[in-house]
């Protein structure tokens, strides 16, 4: 049977799901001016493809317009058809960026960043994931051997990953049963989000050929270990130097980048609905889980919120130019475009009230009462989602950050989520999740 090679345009949406519409590759010179035909209730379908209470109903029109520093084309095995894809972003059709489109909202904080404080943001995420057909061995986490398993799935990942002009770092067998980590080299400003994206994409591509069952979802039983999304964020000046460091400054953060951790810290406990936007996300996110409870900076601590990473004085690479902060509240049920648009939002309101950079912790938080975490500045993040929505609604500067009526939107959209999840266990919730993710 005859067939002809296509190209999907594609977006992230508020459910953290990639959706688009196909179009025969040979038009894609044609679709990068008029793009693809969008409709605005897709923005609330949530990830069990429910359609949560929309202002839009039936009506309105926009284009998804591909951005082609962005396309993938990888070649698939022999008699199958060629993987391609391209992000984008959602516009009215007079051209006008749509108010919901994550893409453009991670556009418009990173724009914020350099009005304030005239950096530029420089990263890279981590992703964690599962195999749901791999079981635990004991004495495989971090090993040699774990990773020897799974090499030919490890190392295609890799390959389609620098197919994709996407940097590879590194690919571990991580603790959990049938776990992996893997990470990429840092880039700038929404090229950050945009291989976040391709990465998790190219993940499960390989599986689907080599038959495997992929899952990024934050936990898959309460027992068990959670699955974490790490952004590492440093800053470059307007001649590309990094300004992320300061020997002289709390904790060697420069001046503009202790500020901005200390935005993200104070803001974190509203922004968390959307970088651990779903109801298994707070499973994970507790005590001992090395995960994040509180908004807390830590020192090589990775139970806090924000860490700042260790340096290597043996490398090749210049003290300043590695130094980063990570921050660790958040997973894969998160759209990588909004949750770094959060996350940055934060830091630059953090930057604009001149905030202090707050003391590294090195204990247990959890052992505090609540008078005693109050009294140093520090709050336990919500516990659910709907907790979470309600400090996030309930924050007139956090929703200020974004275009008019999402943040109404948004927590119609996950209103929507949770509707669709009354009444199941939290194994049947659990396992919702396992299946979408």
């Excluded at 902060?325 to 934060?346: K, Q, S, W």
């Excluded at 309101?349 to 052992?367: C, F, K, N, R, Y």
């Excluded at 989602?385 to 119609?412: H, I, M, S």
Aim: charged share 20%; aromatic share 8%.
């Amino acid at each position: 049977m005859k067939r002809e090679e296509m190209m999907v345009a594609c977006c992230g949406d508020l459910s953290g799901k990639v959706r688009g519409k196909a179009f025969p590759l040979a038009q894609m010179e044609k679709r990068l001016k008029r793009g693809v035909g969008w409709t605005p209730t897709n923005v609330q379908i949530t990830c069990f493809d429910a359609i949560a209470e929309s202002p839009f109903g039936s009506l309105g029109d926009l284009v998804l317009i591909p951005d082609p520093s962005t396309s993938v084309s990888i070649e698939s095995e022999e008699g199958a058809p060629n993987e391609n894809f391209v992000l984008g972003n959602i516009r009215y059709t007079d051209g006008r960026p749509w108010e919901f489109c994550t893409r453009s909202i991670l556009e418009a904080a990173l724009e914020r960043l350099q009005r304030v404080a005239g950096v530029t943001l420089y990263g890279a995420f981590e992703h964690e994931f599962q195999i749901k057909h791999l079981v635990s061995e004991i004495g495989g986490a971090f090993t040699l051997g774990g990773f020897q398993k799974e090499r030919h799935f490890c190392e295609a990942i890799i390959a389609a990953m620098r197919t994709a002009g996407v940097t590879p770092d590194t690919i571990l067998k991580e603790f959990g049963a049938g776990q992996f980590e893997v990470t990429m080299g840092p880039q700038k400003g929404v090229t950050i989000a945009d291989h976040s994206v391709i990465t998790r994409e190219i993940v499960g591509l390989v599986a689907r050929e080599l038959d495997y069952d992929p899952t990024f979802t934050p936990i898959r039983d309460p027992a068990g270990v959670g699955n974490g999304v790490h952004v590492h964020m440093s800053m470059l000046d307007a001649s590309g130097n990094p300004v992320t460091y300061d020997p002289a400054g709390k904790h060697e953060l420069s001046d503009v980048a202790g500020k901005f951790v200390a935005g993200i810290l104070k803001y974190l406990d509203s922004i968390i609905a959307i970088t651990a936007p779903s109801v298994v996300s707070y499973l994970r996110l507790t005590p001992h889980r090395w995960s994040a409870a509180f908004n807390n900076l830590g020192f090589r601590d990775r139970e806090a919120s924000v860490r700042i990473c260790p340096v290597s004085d043996i490398s090749d690479i210049a003290r300043a130019a590695q130094f980063n902060f990570e921050f660790r509240a958040a997973d894969g049920a998160a759209n990588p475009h909004l949750a770094l648009a959060a996350i940055v939002h934060a830091g630059v309101q953090g930057i604009e009230e001149g905030l202090t950079v707050p003391e590294a912790t090195q204990e247990d938080l959890s052992l505090l009462s609540v008078k005693a975490l109050s009294e140093r500045g520090y709050v336990r993040l919500p516990q659910t989602l709907e907790a979470a929505l309600q400090r996030f609604e309930g924050n007139a500067t956090v929703c200020g950050w974004f275009p008019e009526g999402f943040a109404d939107v948004y927590v119609k959209h996950k209103k929507g989520e949770i509707a669709y999840l009354s009444g199941k266990t939290q194994a049947e919730i659990c396992a919702a999740y396992e299946s979408v993710y």
